[in-house]
């Protein structure tokens, strides 16, 4: 299975920036399609979507994210980053990566792994 390790979190004034890191390891059948996605969640509110990035550097973002997020890859790492510029306090949550595979030579895959998390907070 894959094994997702982040970090880069930490605690920022407003205005400020992070670049949060994922890195991936172990092994897995799907090598034709997956794709890391980035999620936040706020105590007390559910995770929600930020970015997602495939193997081939296409990206998708939530409506709300587009502009201060900024989603990339290095595929010979096996990592990903997520940047956040222009922090604001709404912005504090735990912030969490998501691999998830998608097709293998043989067919479909079903294969997910979470991050364990890493915080950001933002002070004003």
């Known amino acids: 299975a894959i094994q997702l390790a982040e970090s880069g979190g930490g605690s920022v004034q407003a205005g400020g920036s992070l670049r949060l890191t994922c890195t991936a390891s172990?092994?897995?059948?799907?090598?034709?399609?997956?794709?890391t996605s980035w999620y936040r969640q706020a105590p007390g509110k559910d995770r929600e979507f930020l970015s997602a990035i495939d193997k081939d550097d296409r990206t998708t973002y939530a409506d709300f994210a587009q502009g201060r997020f900024l989603v990339s890859q290095d595929n010979a790492l096996r990592t990903t980053f997520l940047q956040v510029n222009d922090l604001k306090p709404e912005d504090t949550a735990m912030y969490y990566c998501?691999?998830?595979?998608?097709?293998?030579?043989?067919?479909?895959?079903?294969?997910?792994?979470w991050g364990q998390g890493t915080q950001v907070t933002v002070s004003s």
């Open positions: 998501k691999w998830t595979g998608r097709r293998s030579l043989t067919g479909k895959c079903d294969s997910v792994s």
């Open positions: 172990g092994s897995t059948r799907c090598t034709v399609d997956y794709d």
